[in-house]
């Protein structure tokens, strides 16, 4: 019985340090502009941004190669070795020219005091403030989940006369490891006036 329990035990612990540890993770900051049923829009300011560029059009040919590219960046595979806070969420693009995963910088940083990136395949940008429409789901992402929740705002959208102006990408806030309490989000810019 005890053979038992202890794995249990251990998970379900681990399963909560990895809840809590999401609280301690420097969140990427935006402004609710608009609350509508079933989605609201966001504005996010313009952040600095460690950027994996692929010809991956699947979530699972992004996420595995894109994760381990960025994050070598912020572990220290840079030019001084520097570690970087890990930050949330993980931005995801997939789509037919260049898919991306982007992790954003921590607010201390700006483009001068950011060490170089090693690797060649990991570019440090400022992305563009933006107004962005949002739908948010559990669990973990996958290609059809992305579909099913991008046709939803979509169908959002145009019921409520939103032009959308965009392509529409993944937020991911949870180490893979997470089980429980997963949340993701599927943005697309669109056309705001505040």
């Known amino acids: 019985m005890i053979k038992l329990f ?11 340090y990895a809840k809590m540890d999401l609280f301690k993770v420097e969140k990427q900051k935006y402004e609710v502009v608009f609350k509508g049923k079933g989605f609201e829009i966001r504005h996010y300011p313009s952040v600095i941004l460690a950027t994996y560029y692929s010809k991956a059009k699947k979530y699972k040919e992004l996420s595995s190669p894109g994760f381990s590219k960025v994050a070598g960046y912020i572990f220290g595979n840079n030019e001084s070795k520097s570690k970087i806070a890990m930050t949330s969420p993980v931005h995801m693009d997939m789509n037919s020219e260049t898919s991306s995963m982007s992790f954003v910088m921590p607010s201390e940083y700006d483009l ?5 990136p090693s ?7 400022k992305s563009e403030s933006e107004f962005v429409a949002v739908v948010s789901f559990g669990g973990y992402a996958n290609d059809q989940v992305i579909k099913e929740q991008s046709e939803k705002l979509n169908t959002l959208l145009r ?5 959308v102006i965009g392509k529409y990408r993944l937020l991911g806030y949870n180490a893979p490891f997470q089980f429980w309490g997963r949340t993701n989000d599927v943005i697309v810019a669109v056309e705001w006036k505040k």
Not at 6 to 16: D, E, G, H, V, W
Not at 119 to 125: D, M, P, Q, R, T
């Open 6 to 16: 202890l794995p249990i035990a251990l998970f379900l612990t681990l399963q909560s």
């Open 119 to 125: 690797s060649s395949e990991v570019k440090i940008h």
């Open 159 to 163: 019921d409520n006369n939103i032009k």
């Open 112 to 116: 001068n005091n950011l060490p170089k």
